[in-house]
């Protein structure tokens, strides 16, 4: 499982440089890596987080390889005494 956040571009006018604001997160529930696993997961993240459709445009995901947040996966690891 990997956690990717989900922020809202937001283009300042006074310098000119687009900021993100995070507006929450979504789970990567696929092991393996496939060919459209980015189109998915923003697809994934503009409908849950997208009001209206002219607001699509602004909502990205944060996927780089070396900021990846990994969660430690459930196991029946119990040790027979």
Same mark, same amino acid.
């Not at 696929?30 to 909502?59: G, W």
């Given at each position: 499982?990997?956690?990717? $956040? /989900? &922020?809202?571009?937001? &283009? @300042?006018?006074? $310098?000119?440089?687009?900021?993100?604001?995070?507006? %929450?997160?979504? !789970?990567?529930?696929?092991?393996?890596?496939?060919?459209?696993? &980015?189109? @998915? !997961? !923003?697809? !994934?993240?503009?409908?849950?987080?997208?009001?209206?459709? #002219? @607001?699509?445009?602004? /909502? /990205?995901? %944060?996927?780089?390889?070396?900021?990846?947040? &990994?969660?430690?996966?459930? $196991?029946? @690891?119990? #040790? #027979? %005494?």
């Amino acid at each position: 499982m990997r956690v990717v $956040t /989900v &922020y809202r571009m937001h &283009y @300042d006018r006074n $310098t000119g440089y687009p900021t993100r604001h995070p507006i %929450g997160s979504i !789970l990567e529930l696929r092991k393996k890596e496939r060919v459209n696993n &980015y189109i @998915d !997961l !923003l697809r !994934l993240a503009r409908r849950l987080f997208v009001l209206e459709t #002219a @607001d699509s445009a602004h /909502v /990205v995901i %944060g996927l780089s390889p070396s900021r990846q947040a &990994y969660l430690p996966e459930l $196991t029946s @690891d119990r #040790a #027979a %005494g």
